[in-house]
């Protein structure tokens, strides 16, 4: 069977969604056939003068909108199915017969301004985007999905049916492992905490600068590694305010192996979320052998289980005493290797490849 596998466009910018796709088409299992859909981000819009961002965005719709459901409907005759590895492209579904999609939905974030559009008020064209690819999940004929936290949110908000659902947790890269296969160069001094994510509101960044702020006191020594970015105008200036400037390092564009080797060097990870679908830098960082300190929320617990200390949102005297304890009394760099072990790229593409399968067959997904 053929599966033609759909991306983000690598120009977005999306470094989880690139390691998604090349997870899935690296572990498909024997009989799946996977079609890497990457085609080329087209730039108009952000080439004229004094456009910048908003040319860049207008992009983003004209190629995710446009131009790709054009070479997906293509991908669809010569495949047969369709795989969407993120769920703000499920618009793409409306361009594949009925029947012959399915769509990984990492979380609802995309679709919040419609779900609960008092909690996420956009303006009308935006709406009405988020509108059609929410359409185009509920036409999936399967949809896969990473925690059962995320699984509950979808069945709640009557997105899916459960028949036509499944769960695919992600996994862990070959790179993450505790102990360094290659020589990597080292771009950082230690000590440091590590941060590995965007900085997209749910991210909280300024939990994750105050609580720095806040060990430094303690730990002088300590620098933040950030990786991510950029620093957004309000972040930069709590930096500032903050007077950490100087123990603050932000990196960007690393490969997978220089990654996990600021993982394995890290006194700890922080994950200062107040809302995730899976929390991947979790069991990266575990499986690198790494302390993590994560916010107290119910994927994180999901994911992370005894290996991982939680803390409350945004709590930043607990967090003062919980990064404090895991830089000074780590737990059992076993048991978080243990916890990490659990999650696998290999079992993430078997089920997605039999799911197909079984779509092809003509039987039920369950």
Same mark, same amino acid.
């Given at each position: 069977?053929? +599966? ?24 498909? !299992?024997? $009989? ?15 080439? &004229?003068?004094? %456009? ?63 779900? $609960? ?34 699984? *509950? ?13 499944? =769960? ?14 290659? !020589? ?8 440091? %905490? +590590?941060?590995? $994510?965007?900085?997209?509101? *749910?991210?909280?960044?300024?939990? %994750? &600068? ?8 303690? +730990?002088?020594? &300590?620098? +933040?590694?950030?990786?991510?970015? !950029? ?24 490969? *997978? ?46 994911? $992370? ?22 830089? &000074? ?26 799911? =197909? ?10």
């Amino acid at each position: 069977m053929n +599966l033609a596998v759909v991306r983000d466009f690598r120009a977005e910018g999306w470094p989880s969604m690139d390691l998604c796709a090349d997870q899935l088409l690296a572990h498909l !299992p024997t $009989g799946v056939n996977g079609t890497d859909v990457a085609p080329e981000f087209r730039r108009l819009f952000g080439r &004229l003068p004094g %456009l910048r961002g908003i040319g860049f965005n207008a992009d983003r719709i004209r190629n995710r909108h446009v131009l790709l459901a054009k070479v997906v409907r293509r991908a669809a005759i010569v495949a047969g199915f369709v795989h969407v590895v993120d769920h703000s492209y499920a618009h793409l579904v409306h361009a594949v017969p009925p029947g012959w999609a399915g769509v990984y939905c990492h979380d609802l974030d995309a679709f919040r301004c419609v779900l $609960g559009p008092e909690k996420d008020p956009r303006p009308l064209w935006f709406r009405k985007l988020a509108r059609r690819t929410l359409d185009g999940l509920k036409r999936a004929a399967v949809v896969f999905h990473n925690s059962a936290t995320v699984g *509950r949110e979808l069945l709640s908000a009557g997105v899916v049916e459960e028949s036509s659902l499944i =769960y695919a947790p992600l996994g862990v890269a070959a790179e993450f492992t505790a102990e360094s296969q290659d !020589p990597v160069e080292r771009p950082v001094a230690d000590p440091y %905490l +590590l941060h590995v $994510g965007s900085h997209i509101p *749910r991210k909280r960044i300024d939990v %994750l &600068l105050d609580v720095f702020a806040a060990v430094r006191e303690r +730990l002088p020594n &300590l620098r +933040l590694v950030q990786v991510g970015g !950029p620093w957004s105008k309000p972040h930069a200036e709590q930096i500032d305010r903050l007077g950490i400037a100087p123990a603050v390092t932000q990196l960007r564009g690393l490969s *997978r192996l220089q990654l996990a080797e600021l993982y394995r060097r890290a006194v700890a990870v922080l994950v200062t979320s107040d809302a995730e679908g899976f929390g991947l830098p979790v069991i990266e960082a575990l499986a690198c052998g790494a302390p993590v300190v994560a916010s107290d929320i119910p994927v994180l617990r999901e994911v $992370g289980g005894a290996a991982v200390d939680f803390c409350p949102v945004a709590d930043i005297p607990a967090w003062l005493e919980a990064v404090t304890r895991a830089i &000074l009394r780590p737990s059992p760099k076993a048991a978080r290797i243990e916890q990490a072990s659990r999650y696998s790229w290999a079992e993430h593409g078997r089920i997605i490849g039999e799911a =197909y399968l079984r779509l092809a067959a003509g039987l039920p997904l369950r």
